[in-house]
């Protein structure tokens, strides 16, 4: 699974050391096996961070966007919705820069992906995404989000 905007891969190459870093260490890797936790790839700038949680329903749930990195959310266990859209004219709910990370209302019309284990998506910081929302009712995921610095 890959999803971008034509002018996004051209801007971005998607095949650069630090993404061929991270899809080979989310091969190379016993994912269901590794606890929770931050694990460097590359320094800071291709860091992987596993998380288990419980899904929301999508109506608890806000965009996200981030600056400084690239996210490659890859699903572990379980099935997660996945919104998407461009960042462009989204409304600010808040905005952590020390955190990277800015927070948009939902808009009325956005795309989405449903993940299944094994899939990953590609997000760029042009990108707002909602992640973590329960496909049908709230259930328990793992997912390994892979940073690559922009």
């Not at 890797?29 to 931050?38: E, F, H, M, T």
């Not at 288990?52 to 600056?67: G, M, V």
């Not at 956005?110 to 709230?138: K, Q, R």
């Amino acid at each position: 699974m890959f999803f971008t905007n034509l002018k996004l891969a051209e801007k971005y190459d998607y095949l650069d050391e630090k993404f061929l870093a991270a899809y080979n260490w989310l091969k190379e890797n016993d994912l269901k096996a590794l606890p929770v936790g931050r694990y460097e790839i590359m320094g800071s700038d291709v860091v992987a961070n596993v998380h288990e949680y419980t899904t929301l329903p999508i109506e608890e749930k806000k965009f996200e966007a981030h600056d400084k990195f690239f996210d490659i959310q890859c699903l572990v266990e379980g099935v997660e919705f996945f919104g998407i859209c461009n960042r462009e004219g989204l409304v600010v709910n808040e905005a952590r820069s020390e955190n990277d990370i800015i927070l948009y209302e939902r808009p009325d019309v956005y795309g989405h992906v449903i993940l299944f284990p094994g899939d990953f998506i590609v997000v760029a910081p042009e990108d707002a995404h909602m992640p973590g929302c329960a496909l049908n009712s709230p259930a328990e995921a793992k997912k390994v989000v892979v940073k690559v610095r922009v």
